[in-house]
């Protein structure tokens, strides 16, 4: 079966760094568009970055120019590099992948605190 498992979260001092990384197994990864969205308390799940197969990224508004996608086909595995973290970037944050438009494989989710 389709397993995602997030890691690298964890506590941050405000202006810090973490990479988080999404293992992936069960599926045929490179054919796979790949995304990160996270959810604070309280709040709806939001998009923060996507990539596609072919190496397409977006991002959310707010974390452009801090947050990096990134992939490794070889390693099936989907990483984002969180630079200069800000309290609101605080929440549980998930993989995803999927095709056509559509996210069907998740992960447990990963937590991120920052602190200020």
């Known amino acids: 079966q389709v397993q995602l498992v997030e890691s690298g979260g964890g506590l941050v001092q405000a202006g810090g760094s973490l990479r988080l990384s999404c293992a992936a197994s069960g599926l045929t990864f490179r054919n796979y568009n790949l995304g990160w969205f996270r959810q604070a308390p309280g709040k709806e799940r939001e998009f923060v970055a996507t990539?596609?197969?072919?190496?397409?990224?977006t991002y959310r508004e707010s974390v452009k120019g801090r947050f990096t996608i990134s992939r490794d086909n070889a390693k099936n595995t989907l990483y984002l590099q969180m630079n200069s973290l800000e309290p609101e970037d605080t929440a549980l944050y998930y993989c995803?992948?999927?095709?056509?438009?559509?996210?069907?494989?998740w992960g447990q989710g990963t937590e991120v605190t920052v602190s200020s």
């Open positions: 990539i596609t197969w072919n190496y397409g990224t």
């Open positions: 995803a992948g999927g095709t056509n438009g559509r996210y069907v494989y």
